[in-house]
């Protein structure tokens, strides 16, 4: 129950941002930059955040993670309105993980005496919660052409994950000082919804494939 108004809840917010991002994107896909083009920005905001992080400028980490965050979304939207590839959606989905792991390897740099135990069991949370949604994702074999032809906003768990992990190191730059709390929070949470997804795998895989 909680999760399910989660995932409504997030999706509210994507399809409000995505209203009111569409028409900068259409200018964006006017003047010929490539989603891949901005999917690379977004990676070199997060390296610069990680650099800020390490220096203990939370302010200017932030203000990259936004920074980031806004690429991710434009990236979707400006492959939708031209053309979503096998290579898009591997180098977008690769971006956003490597991000995330530079703004928590920023925050140990910054601390390590206080955040690298923290840091690092977000970290491995992050990754299995990874590993089984993109597992699925590849037993399931998802068409990525019908992408191309759906109107429907990326609101699956891919997105939802992250939604909350952004969240999580908005957090964590605004509110160093708790860190630790933060990153064991979100952490067990991308655990929970790690075993919410291998379940719904299970019934989709092997209990619907019995019936």
Same mark, same amino acid.
């Given at each position: 129950?909680?999760?399910? /108004?989660?995932?409504?809840?997030?999706?509210?917010?994507?399809?409000?941002?995505?209203?009111?991002?569409?028409?900068?994107?259409?200018?964006?896909?006017?003047?010929?930059?490539?989603?891949?083009?901005?999917?690379?920005?977004?990676? !070199?905001?997060?390296?610069?955040? $990680?650099?800020?992080?390490?220096?203990?400028?939370?302010?200017?980490?932030?203000?990259?993670?936004?920074?980031?965050?806004?690429?991710?979304?434009?990236?979707?939207?400006?492959?939708? $309105? /031209?053309?979503?590839?096998?290579?898009?959606?591997?180098?977008?989905?690769?971006?956003?993980?490597? @991000?995330?792991?530079?703004?928590?390897?920023?925050?140990?740099?910054?601390?390590?005496?206080?955040?690298?135990?923290?840091?690092?069991?977000? $970290?491995?949370?992050?990754?299995?919660?990874?590993?089984?949604? $993109?597992?699925? %994702?590849?037993?399931?074999?998802?068409?990525?052409? /019908?992408?191309?032809?759906? @109107? !429907?906003?990326?609101?699956?768990?891919?997105?939802?994950?992250?939604?909350?992990?952004?969240?999580?190191?908005?957090?964590?730059?605004?509110?160093?000082?708790?860190?630790?709390?933060?990153? %064991?929070?979100?952490?067990?949470?991308?655990?929970?919804?790690?075993?919410? !997804?291998?379940?719904?795998?299970?019934?989709?895989?092997?209990?619907?494939?019995?019936?």
């Amino acid at each position: 129950m909680f999760f399910s /108004k989660f995932q409504t809840y997030t999706c509210k917010i994507a399809n409000y941002v995505y209203h009111h991002a569409q028409n900068f994107a259409k200018f964006v896909v006017k003047h010929n930059i490539t989603a891949n083009a901005i999917t690379f920005c977004g990676l !070199i905001f997060a390296v610069l955040g $990680l650099n800020f992080l390490a220096l203990e400028y939370y302010v200017l980490a932030f203000l990259t993670l936004i920074l980031n965050r806004i690429c991710d979304i434009l990236d979707g939207m400006c492959a939708r $309105l /031209k053309k979503i590839t096998p290579f898009g959606i591997f180098f977008d989905i690769s971006a956003d993980y490597i @991000s995330f792991a530079l703004y928590l390897w920023g925050f140990t740099l910054a601390n390590p005496e206080n955040n690298d135990k923290a840091g690092i069991f977000m $970290l491995v949370c992050l990754i299995i919660s990874a590993v089984v949604l $993109l597992s699925y %994702a590849l037993i399931s074999k998802q068409d990525y052409k /019908k992408l191309n032809q759906s @109107s !429907i906003k990326m609101c699956l768990w891919g997105n939802i994950q992250n939604f909350d992990t952004f969240i999580a190191l908005a957090l964590m730059c605004l509110f160093n000082a708790y860190f630790m709390q933060i990153a %064991a929070f979100f952490g067990l949470l991308s655990i929970g919804k790690s075993l919410i !997804i291998a379940s719904r795998a299970y019934y989709a895989l092997e209990i619907n494939t019995e019936s």
